[in-house]
């Protein structure tokens, strides 16, 4: 059960309903951010509020809140959420008849709610996770955090149901783009790549804030694809987003990556990670763990 705030109304996931005319739930017509609590104290929110806004841009959806009014909500949702925990922010187009176009005239629907962290096993980022590599047969706005994640979650449960935690999504090119959710680095001739954002995939924030650690400690960056035969050749690759953070690919498609342990770039930008969340919220980094 967890706390929920749903057009003007607060509640629990237990007692707030939805129609099943809204177009979130019958076209898939909306979008979605998430971001970080450490302690209830929120991380990098603007950085995702500003990705919300380019979502929401990119399917020509709108607030009915004024920035003010949403971020007191997001304030109100924080502080009724756990200790541990992410906020979700869901915007659907709204309740109107079923037809395919777009309404002229619609009450967009926002929901937000603060959900509870399980404990990470700290084994996942000393000892690092199994990637599935496979064809990325998405649609081509993935720019968009849009509803529509019917696709990564075929490829999320293919990857788990041969003991892989993720997906490595390769494009028809042969260069890998993303996983299902989170962004791919790997380390290249002493230098850290990932895809750009032009072959359409997320503007991951913690995929920017991986770039800027990178820029700061002098760590050669470059946002380059690499093909799958150099991320399978690569001595180390690591996967980002904003709920695990950072974990260190051991193998991918059942071959290791490197020695199958956790290399020295991949330990250094956690443990940059770790500093930039202690700093900024007072928090404990679950990479912390991993670097004890």
């Known amino acids: 059960m967890h706390p929920v705030f749903l057009d ?19 076209f898939g017509d909306g979008v979605y951010e998430v971001y970080r609590l450490y302690g209830r104290a929120p991380f990098t929110r603007e950085l995702h509020l500003a990705r919300l806004d380019r979502s929401l841009r990119g399917l020509d959806l709108f607030l009915l809140y004024s920035k003010d009014e949403f971020r007191r909500i ?30 002229e005239t619609i009450k967009p629907s926002l929901m937000v709610m603060a959900v509870q962290l399980g404990p990470f096993a700290p084994a996942l980022h000393r000892n690092g996770i199994g990637l599935r590599s496979q064809v990325d047969d998405r649609w081509s ?23 892989c935690f993720e997906a490595l999504l390769v494009g028809h090119d042969g ?9 791919f680095f790997a380390v290249v001739d002493g230098v850290v790549r990932t895809a750009p954002l032009s072959r359409n995939i997320l503007a991951g924030v913690t995929r920017t804030i991986i770039l800027e650690l990178c820029a700061d400690a002098s760590l050669r960056v470059e946002e380059q694809a690499v ?18 953070e950072i974990l260190p690919v051991a193998a991918i498609d059942g071959r290791a990556i490197g020695d199958g342990r956790p290399g020295q770039v991949t330990r250094r930008l956690m443990g940059y990670y770790a500093e930039k969340v202690a700093r900024e919220t007072g928090g404990r980094a679950v990479v912390t763990a991993a670097l004890d």
């Open 8 to 26: 003007g109304q607060w509640g629990t996931t237990d007692d707030m309903k939805v129609s099943v005319l809204d177009r979130g739930y019958l």
């Open 74 to 103: 997001l304030d109100q949702i924080e502080s009724r959420s756990p200790e541990d925990a992410y906020v979700y922010i869901h915007v659907t187009r709204g309740v109107a008849p079923r037809r395919h176009s777009f309404p």
């Open 141 to 163: 706005h993935c720019a968009i955090k849009s509803l529509n994640l019917l696709a990564n979650c075929q490829a999320m449960t293919a990857a788990n149901r041969e003991g």
């Open 175 to 183: 260069l890998v783009n993303e996983s299902a959710a989170s962004s």
């Open 227 to 244: 093909t799958l035969g150099q991320a399978l050749a690569a001595p180390e690759a690591f996967i980002t987003n904003s709920v695990f």
